[in-house]
């Protein structure tokens, strides 16, 4: 034992000093492998802690730790969409089943019941929000205050509705150019329409039914506005307190939240920052964020200048908006901030819009300070009632009135798109978007059947029931029905918003229905894979046929990127030790080559194959070992760096969302560090075996040269 | 086979092949070499003095014939036996010296006793010590032979052979690459080691002056046994 241990000591000895002797060498197969497991470790480093923002993101904003949806759906799960948009998911008939049996599972902490879908929501009209205006006005002098302030107020906002649809007049002139004569025709009334609120005359008849000429207004020139849009929202429908108290990132910015049982909808505030708000307002954010988080600079970046110049031309979305009042209180407020002596606000608000870096801020203050209050930024408000539409699972179109209570955020995913841009809904109003039997429908329905005078009929006497008592063909028979009284449509809708907006739903009706997936939160997220078997055995008991998949499944696409990353790494990794491998291995058998003599020698004075072997194994593992270590330091050291510099920026909004964050902190991963080291020792073994085998096919007569 | 004889060589015939051709080295030799002898090979290029040597070195097996050393049939011998011969029944000289470079003289002296395995520290220090004494090299102990003159190497070169205290030291031309003073020290200095404990020395060599010292000279041409004399100034003149 210690003859091998002197042995051994020996031949770490020769192995160590050789790696001296050829600096050169030992510095290039080194550098490989301190480069190799550096990266490993670095990259090894940044993923795990990427893979744990994305579980943050994942599990904080929608996911949950599990997902629970039909095992008969055609689609897998896909929680922030697919490449061919939502996935198609058959539904959780009865959630309120499910939820019972997934609660009696030791590790459910909660279940939250969850429909995603898209929707289109109406984005507001310019004329909708001048209109409102003036009603306001006429319903205040029809209260009997007739101000001063409040008829000039009035005058104003005609007078600026009358300029708009000249405006929209002559936009439409213009389109007409292009349009054959066929759909000229056919837009004939559409263009009388037009003509008749253009001509002077229509406005000194005005005061004499305001409502009714509002209600033309509203009815046939408002729809032909061009900047009547709408715009798509993707939404999860949800039992909303039930998702506020298992999701904690979830909160409201601003607003209130639904009051409980109550029909609404929550907007992502990233969603009403990218969508609603109006776009000048928009791009300054973006250009602001640009330059002071990402230090880009108007003047050296395309992107930047490209928005300005946006904002420069398309004053118009502002311009409609202020009414003769607002638009000379505005003009006033430029020229004196600015200050310029221009007198036309469409110039001044060009040169408002005219900035670089040295005066970009001064004219974002004045932006906000001064032009701002005197708009509406988010054409939809906090408060608003809007018509979400989406097309049924029955394939025709279905609207819900939902009223806006607030924004919301996910702390830590507020600049994050997968998050931000979702919205929250009620769950009764997603069924009914969906097509499913809400309970006011179920009322309504039945309503309507007593009035029409229908019948349940069943399959067996179907035939019977539908031919009994067939009437004459000539005795025209009197159907049943009671007609209703014709009521203004808007009035209708005001009056089932209001009903469906004061109804209570109980908790119950919340859960006993259909729902396309859940979520469900464990006591310790920590322990996803033992507790998706538990939950997934407790179903198959219940002999419920739901599919049970952990959030990265769940995530479809984007649960899969750190899995794809780490292909990626270790490819690169693989290729780099392949490169380092080779390398090596010709440095080594360079090496072997020179060293015939002297292997030569040492097996002719005594020395085994053995220990010629180990000899050059020890040296390349030595190498392998050494740098490799101190690549991982390095590795370790650059994470430490990071760490310390405060992390790697999000750049992007889909950064973002992977880090969980503003920026990525990596954490150094002792995996990572073990898998370096395992790595490097195999590459270098496996690298140093081939020559170390050469050199033991080195015989002792090597070493006898003479001049035979 | 004689009880004295260390080496036996027995109708030795070694064949090289080159290529599509065959060299025979060795052509039916026959030889025996006794303990405590100073024996010189001595030949021209080519003659097979150095194939001879390896073959009762072990570092090389017959290709017909039977060579023994020590006792023993080096063509029944596994490899791993043979270097086992070697390390502990045989000490090298080489012509280029082929001391370890990256280790010191010392350590290069102490090498085979490592190998050997058995030996306390202190033996090995007072061995190697000694031995380094012995070649006149104790203040060179921590040198690295690329600091050393080449006779200095060669007087390593022999304290290594000797360390393990082996029957037979094998030297193939081992004063070629020096001067002939120089190789001339080097001879003298085995032929102290060959006198003062017995170790028999074979060794290969043109040089005339360097035959003289030995107990025999066994000539060989074109792979034959040309003919053993014994040594001597007059001998090594003679040829």
Same mark, same amino acid.
């Given at each position: 034992m210690r003859a091998w241990v002197r042995t051994n000591r020996i031949l770490v000895q020769i192995a160590f000093r050789n790696l001296f002797v050829s600096k050169a060498r030992t510095l290039i197969v080194g550098g490989i492998i301190l480069v190799g497991a550096m990266l490993v470790v670095l990259g090894g480093s940044l993923l795990d802690s990427i893979d744990q923002g994305m579980r943050g993101s994942v599990q904080g904003s929608l996911a949950g730790q599990l997902q629970v949806y039909s095992a008969r759906s055609k689609d897998e799960l896909a929680l922030y969409g697919s490449m061919t948009g939502e996935p198609q998911l058959e539904p959780i008939e009865d959630f309120a089943a499910v939820k019972h049996v997934l609660e009696q599972?030791?590790? /459910?902490?909660a279940v939250v019941p969850m429909g995603i879908d898209q929707a289109m929501i109406a984005t507001g009209n310019d004329f909708d929000v001048a209109l409102e205006k003036i009603r306001a006005d006429v319903r205040g002098r029809q209260a009997g205050d007739e101000s001063p302030a409040l008829v000039a107020q009035y005058e104003a906002h005609k007078a600026h509705l009358a300029s708009m649809i000249r405006q929209l007049n002559e936009e439409l002139a213009q389109a007409r150019v292009i349009v054959d004569e066929a759909l000229i025709k056919e837009r004939a009334q559409e263009q009388a329409d037009l003509d008749r609120a253009s001509a002077p005359a229509f406005w000194k008849d005005f005061d004499q039914d305001p409502l009714a000429s509002l209600e033309f207004l509203e009815n046939r020139i408002a729809p032909q506005s061009l900047s009547n849009g709408f715009t798509f929202i993707r939404y999860v429908g949800t039992d909303l307190d039930a998702y506020a108290r298992a999701f904690q990132?979830?909160?409201? /910015?601003e607003g209130t939240p639904v009051p409980k049982g109550q029909r609404g909808i929550l907007l992502g505030k990233l969603y009403a920052e990218d969508w609603l708000k109006l776009k000048a307002a928009r791009r300054l954010d973006l250009i602001k964020e640009a330059r002071d988080?990402?230090? =880009?600079?108007i003047d050296k970046d395309e992107e930047l200048r490209q928005w300005v110049k946006e904002s420069q031309g398309q004053t118009r979305g502002i311009l409609l908006q202020l009414d003769p009042l607002q638009a000379a209180e505005a003009t006033r407020r430029l020229e004196q901030a600015l200050p310029s002596?221009?007198?036309d606000l469409k110039q001044l608000l060009v040169e408002l819009f005219t900035s670089d870096d040295s005066n970009f801020e001064r004219h974002y203050d004045i932006f906000y300070r001064e032009l701002a209050p005197l708009l509406?930024?988010?054409? +939809?408000?906090?408060g608003d009632t809007i018509t979400v539409k989406a097309a049924s699972k029955s394939g025709y179109m279905s609207s819900v009135n939902l009223k806006v209570y607030g924004l919301v955020e996910w702390r830590g995913l507020e600049r994050s798109t997968a998050a931000g841009m979702m919205s929250l809904m009620d769950l009764l109003s997603w069924r009914e978007l969906y097509g499913y039997m809400t309970p006011e429908k179920a009322a309504e329905i039945a309503a309507l059947k007593k009035n029409a005078g229908a019948q349940d009929v069943s399959r067996e006497n179907a035939e019977a029931e539908l031919f009994r008592? /067939?009437?004459?063909? @000539?005795q025209a028979r009197t159907l049943p029905v009671k007609i209703e009284?014709?009521?203004f449509a808007g009035a209708a809708a005001r009056k089932a918003l209001a009903a469906a907006a004061g109804r209570v739903s109980s908790q119950d009706e919340i859960e006993e229905g259909v729902a396309l997936n859940a979520a469900v939160i464990l006591r @310790?997220?920590?322990?996803v894979k033992e507790s998706r078997l538990s939950v997934d055995r407790a179903l198959k008991a219940a002999h419920l046929d739901l599919k049970v998949v952990d959030w990265q499944k769940a995530a479809g696409m984007l649960g899969q990127f750190v899995s794809l990353a780490r292909i990626i790494l270790f490819t690169a990794v693989f290729f780099i030790f392949s490169v380092a491998l080779v390398i090596i291995n010709n440095a080594m058998v360079m090496a072997t080559l020179q060293r015939v003599l002297e292997i030569g020698t040492l097996r002719a004075i005594g020395a085994q194959k053995r220990f010629v072997l180990f000899m050059l194994l020890i040296e390349t593992g030595v190498v392998g070992v050494a740098f490799g270590a101190l690549g991982a330091l390095l590795g370790a050291a650059a994470v430490g760096l990071i760490r310390l510099a405060?992390?790697?920026?999000? +750049?992007n909004d889909q950064l973002y969302f992977f880090f969980a964050g503003p920026s990525l902190m990596p954490h150094l991963g002792a995996t990572s560090l073990a898998i370096a080291l395992v790595i490097v020792l195999l590459v270098s073994v496996a690298s140093g075996l081939y020559p170390a085998l050469i050199a033991t096919r080195v015989t002792p007569l090597e070493a006898m040269q003479s001049d035979e | 086979m004689n009880d004295k004889a260390i080496v036996s060589v027995l109708d030795v015939t070694k064949i090289y092949t080159l290529g599509q051709t065959e060299v025979?080295?060795? =052509?039916?030799v026959s030889l025996e070499i006794h303990r405590g002898e100073f024996l010189s090979i001595a030949g021209p290029s080519g003659s097979g003095k150095t194939t001879l040597l390896n073959l009762i070195g072990c570092v090389d097996i017959p290709s017909s014939g039977q060579v023994t050393v020590d006792g023993r049939d080096t063509r029944k011998l596994a490899e791993r036996a043979l270097t086992e011969l070697r390390l502990h029944k045989i000490g090298f000289i080489f012509q280029t010296f082929?001391? +370890?470079? /990256?280790?010191t003289v010392y350590q290069n002296v102490e090498f085979p006793l490592l190998l050997q395995g058995g030996l306390h520290r202190r033996e090995r220090e007072a061995r190697v010590g000694g031995l380094l004494e012995a070649v006149g090299l104790a203040a060179h102990?921590?040198?690295?032979?690329?600091?050393?003159s080449g006779g200095q190497r060669q007087r390593v070169a022999v304290a290594r052979a000797l360390v393990a205290r082996p029957s037979l030291i094998l030297a193939d031309?081992?004063?070629?690459?020096?001067d002939s003073e120089t190789g001339a020290n080097i001879i003298d200095l085995m032929k102290d080691m060959n006198q003062k404990d017995g170790t028999t020395f074979i060794f290969s060599t043109h040089d005339p002056k360097v035959m003289s010292h030995a107990t025999a000279i066994v000539h060989i041409a074109d792979g034959r046994l040309a003919g053993r004399q014994p040594g001597g100034p007059a001998a090594a003149g003679g040829r």
């Open positions: 599972v030791p590790e /459910v902490k990132r979830f909160h409201v /910015v988080l990402r230090h =880009r600079h002596k221009e007198p509406q930024l988010y054409s +939809v408000r906090i008592d /067939v009437p004459p063909p @000539d009284a014709p009521t @310790d997220p920590t322990r405060g992390g790697i920026p999000a +750049v | 025979r080295a060795l =052509r039916g082929n001391l +370890v470079q /990256v280790l102990a921590r040198h690295r032979p690329s600091e050393l031309e081992p004063t070629a690459n020096l």
